[in-house]
């Protein structure tokens, strides 16, 4: 069955370095997503992105973040310059086209320190 | 604006016993609603939705849930509990199909006891 892989599962990094998460999102998805989870808080929408761009961000979602479809099967977020409050668990997600539900990925869970 | 409400961040039930996870939301226009399951050190994983079509929705592992306009509701049930069935759950809300964002609530972490 497609599923949405993440790399890697757990990242450790110093505050003040870029760090950057990856997902492949399921093949013939069109819609992609990041999202995070920051311990014992909700699951909070950061971005979506189609057609190559930025479609809706979040308030969370600010100069310090920033997406890519690099080539025809990743889509990354990079963190410029990290904080301690971007500890958190990152999901990313896609959709088909016409499809309401999104699919997750397992997750990064991202340390700063 | 959307928002979810998740009533209980725990909920504990016995084997066998009736698992009923509450969630009320708001939303601007006709909403779409979604009950994720995330199970220890793995990621979201859809368990039912629902898209304006039959209010009572079925879903994977005996789960169903129904959409109560009325009530602004969209409670989770299943009628008897597994061991496997603990793990966190979400309900979330969006304003339509692919593209539009997802609006979580705060989760509620179930506890099955033998």
């Known amino acids: 069955e497609p599923e949405v892989t993440q790399t890697p599962s757990h990242q450790v990094t110093q505050m003040g370095q870029e760090v950057i998460l990856r997902c492949v999102p399921i093949?013939?998805?069109?819609?992609f997503y990041w999202y995070r989870q920051i311990l014992g808080q909700k699951v909070e929408f950061l971005v979506s992105?189609?057609?190559?761009?930025?479609?809706?961000k979040s308030e969370i979602f600010d100069d310090q973040f920033s997406v890519e479809r690099p080539d025809g099967s990743n889509f990354t977020l990079k963190i410029r310059s990290t904080k301690l409050e971007d500890s958190a668990m990152y999901f990313c997600?896609?959709?088909?086209?016409?499809?309401?539900?999104?699919?997750f990925g397992q997750g990064t869970r991202l340390t700063v320190v | 604006a959307q928002s979810v409400t998740q009533l209980g961040s725990h909920v504990s039930v016995s084997e066998g016993a009736l698992v009923l996870l509450r969630c009320n939301y708001s939303?601007?226009?006709?909403?779409?609603l979604f009950w994720y399951v995330q199970y220890p050190n793995q990621g979201l994983q859809l368990l039912l939705k629902?898209?304006?079509?039959?209010?009572l929705v079925k879903g994977i592992n005996g789960f169903e849930a129904e959409f109560k306009k009325s009530e602004t509701s969209f409670h989770l049930t299943k009628p008897s509990a597994h061991m496997s069935d603990a793990a966190e759950y979400f309900c979330?809300?969006?304003?339509?199909?692919?593209?539009?964002?997802?609006?979580f609530g705060g989760g509620t972490r179930v506890l099955v006891k033998p």
């Open positions: 939303s601007s226009v006709p909403p779409y």
């Open positions: 629902y898209t304006s079509a039959a209010t």
């Open positions: 093949s013939n998805h069109l819609y």
């Open positions: 992105f189609y057609n190559n761009e930025i479609s809706e």
């Open positions: 997600a896609s959709n088909r086209e016409g499809a309401s539900e999104a699919f």
């Open positions: 979330a809300v969006s304003e339509g199909t692919a593209g539009n964002k997802l609006t």
